[in-house]
């Protein structure tokens, strides 16, 4: 500040003929001293009085300070009332900026609030969503952590735990920060304090043997070289945080390795310079002098030692960031007094457009000035203050590396710059950055391992969003991507594979003419067909003789064709489905069944009727001649064919891909369309086989030697059986089995009409030829 303001005087063009004082005093770090620093800059002391009175102004108009937030606080409430400027260069609480309770406050650093989006922006930037925060226990580091976790509430990062510094730092409180940051799976650390709390705790983290963790320092220590030493070295290493912006200042160096005991002699902090410097002993003043009546353990000083000869942190001017806010906020003052001087009367700011009064400075007419004051410095930064007394916000980002000579050195790895768009306020040099730990890598503070592709995060009961399990998605549903919080549900044709991190397209099943199964029945229903041929082979070569004449030859004939189209429809049902052959398998099926249950409930009717023509007086049999039982068949064959055709024509069956069995695979079946139709047709095929068995069964007892009526009973029980049986199985076989079963249906109920009806006459006629006689018939053949 001294070297600003000599700078400033020596300046002939800002403030001419102007030359500023100072008064400083140290609040040494405590409320206390602070208010009373401020008190004393309030109230002009004069010596030659025996007690302090009230002057008319305030002996200084306006103050540069404090270092900390607190003091800040308690310094702007004292002067405020008074309408003096406080301009500190270190106080960064949000708290602050809130001109309703600080009117008079302005500060050359940043808002915390900046800082703290800088540092979200960070922990974003490096996927760190598990982070521990120590704060010192103070309006600084409290109001940093609220805003801390007011801003990454917005993001998926979770704070692991807060623990706080209180004031007096004891030892058993250090060690349970120690013990909680040991505990935690948080592998980055957010240290949010002043210097001194950085320093108790890092010693401690040292003593803890607590070297792998990653710190991320706020910028009221991120520069602070005195943390770094061959004990803390092993934790500090690699340390990342925001400090304020460095400028190099010319002239600085000279002006302060010009310091000498001789220069400033009422100076008491030189003598401690000396002596951790030099390791000699000053006599500053008579008041060090009596002071010191012990026998001082420092040799005396020979007046020749030179601050130009040595480097030390005091002469190090490389890392001027607080320096150069100190710099930046003599010089705002200055060009605030500048614009005050050079007002014109009639173009002032205030009442009937006066200047301010020039010879004895008002606070509140400064304030005015320094609330508009605008330049633009000697390193080409502009200098102003917002609404809330904040500057342009900006940030470097500082890395701390070990030199080859186990030093540090605070290397800028990149900026934060708040007048940047949003999203590029951060820029990053990811290669210029040393990470703690031997293996230099991003380090990984996860509560939970990111879940893989395949999974999805599940919430673990009672804690925060960041700690979960990683959960396997469920069948047909897919997670392409790793963080993933949801399943992405394939679509109706797809399905998940084994990984789980892409839909794939469904195996789509059905019977096959080149599955075993299909070829099987293709040739089973073949082989059904053919027999049946051969079978009224037989009969049209035995057609006259007195066993084919008996059973109705053309009925059989027309029953053996129909059992033939009852064989080859089985075949429709394999292949893939189509619309036409969804159409033809079920009306096929229908049609050819009625035909031949028609048949057989025809012979059975002729059978009764014979029956009744023998008894005397009965003339029965003409109304059941050929004609009438063609009809019957005719007839009966009608009906099922006009309910086919309003099935076709209103609500036909139709090809349909079923996932409902296995939801892996798409099963390509026949919808039957009309559900209602489908019943009439199976409903009229069961209700002609009822009426054959009942009428078969009622002449199966009938006096003949051959009497049809037991087959045709038998083969109905048989047929009751197969499509009784059919119904449980269908519905509990799945994919395409559903449709084998159909077929197997189908094949049994053809095979047991054709054996039960045509293999007693088949066997007589090939086998037993004697007994294919009309004596034989007739029951009229003698017993040897």
Known sequence: MIFAIDEINRNPELLPNVTLGYRIFDSCHTLSESIKGALKLLNEEDGTESSYRCAALPSVPIVVGDVGSSQSIAASRVLAPFGIGLISYSSSCTCLSDKREFPTFFRTIPSDAVQIKALVRLVQQFKWIWVGIVAEDSDYGRFGILSFIEEVSKFQTCIAFIEFLPPERTRAKLLQVTETIKKSSAKVIIIFSVERDALSLVTELRLQNITDIQLIASEAWVTTVRLWTAETRDILSGTIGFGIRRAEIPGLREFLVKLHPSTAPDNPFVEELWREVFGCSVKISNQSLEENTSPSPYKRCTDSESLETIETTYTDVSQLRFSYNVYKAVYAVAHALHNLKSCENGKGPFLNKTCGQKSKILPWQLLHYLKEVRFTNFFGEEISFDKNGDPIASYDLVNWQERADGSVEFVKVGYYDAALPAGKELALDE???????????????????????????????GQPICCFDCLPCSDGAISNQTESTECIKCPIDYWSNDRRDQCILKEIEFLSFQDSMGKTLTAISLFGACITGAVAVVFLYFINTPIVRANNSELSFLLLISLILCFLCSIAFIGQPSPWSCMVRHTVFGVSFVLCISCILSKTLVVLMAFKATLPASNVMKWFGPTQQRSIVFLCTLIQIIICVTWL???PPVPAKNTKYQSAKIILECDVGSTVAFCCVLGYIGLLACMCLILAFLARALPDKFNEAKFITF??????????????AYVSTPGKYTVAVEIFAILASSFGLLICIFAPKCYIILLKPEENTKKHLMGKHVQP
Not at 715 to 728: C, K
Request: glycine share 8%.
């Open 431 to 461: 290669s210029g950055i040393v990470w703690h730990g031997p293996e230099n890598r991003v380090p990984v503070s996860v509560c939970s391992d990111i879940c893989p592709v395949g999974t999805r995060k599940g919430a673990r009961k």
């Open 715 to 728: 083969s109905m029980f048989i047929f009751f059986a197969v499509w009784v049986t059919f119904i449980p």
């Open 649 to 651: 024509l209103s609500s």
